[in-house]
């Protein structure tokens, strides 16, 4: 017997439910090309943590490569006086809807933090002279061989919890209860 049932159309990927938020909203679609970590904001120690091994200067041009909701971009902005150029990626609308939201109500940023509805994976990342990762170590792979480019582009970079593969650390930090960040440079990359 032939099932006539209405068939559901067939979805082109793998679907994803994304990070659930605190107010419960979800969206659902397809992975991006590689998805590298579920939403978790880095905490205001491990962010002090990271600005201060950064050492970010007005000059600078800073990433947050899957930056969610904004957060370390805005106070990384606030910690240097004129603030600096920042740059966040954001491939989930609904974090990237907040950092705009956020945008709006920070005026000094206006002309200076931009923020991308995009893919990390397919993100030209050589304007930037300072790249901040919060990934899980799955996705710190998938990125592996663009964040050694920009090391040898003179790129400093520093990452939370998890430690970027094929690296050596110029130093590692503990934050309060025991999460790391790691900081690198070019002296970081394998001989
Ligand atoms: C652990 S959260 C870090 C958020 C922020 N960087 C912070 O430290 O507060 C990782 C973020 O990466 C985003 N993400 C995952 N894969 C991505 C991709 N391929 N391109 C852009 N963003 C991505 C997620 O939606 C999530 O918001």
């Known amino acids: 017997m032939s099932d006539s049932s209405p068939k559901r159309p067939q979805k082109t990927g793998p679907t994803y439910r994304f990070a659930t938020d605190q107010d419960g909203s979800t969206e659902e679609g397809s992975k991006p090309q590689g998805y590298l970590a579920p939403f978790n904001p880095t905490d205001i120690t491990a962010q002090q943590a990271a600005l201060d091994m950064m050492k970010l200067t007005s000059e600078d041009v800073l990433y947050d490569l899957g930056c969610g909701d904004g957060r370390f971009l805005f106070a990384a902005f ?112 394998p001989s």
């Open 78 to 189: 606030l910690s240097v006086k004129g603030g600096l150029n920042c740059v966040g990626v954001e491939f989930d609308r609904i974090y990237y809807e907040r950092c705009l939201t956020t945008l709006a109500t920070i005026p000094p940023c206006k002309d200076k933090v931009t923020f991308h509805h995009a893919d990390v994976c397919t993100t030209d990342l050589t304007p930037a002279t300072a790249i901040f990762v919060y990934l899980v170590p799955a996705g710190l792979k998938l990125i592996e061989e663009k964040l050694h480019s920009s090391l040898r582009n003179g790129v400093r970079i520093a990452s939370y919890m998890f430690s970027v593969p094929g690296l050596t650390p110029v130093k590692t930090d503990s934050t309060k209860g025991g999460c790391k960040v790691h900081f690198y440079d070019s002296t970081s990359l």
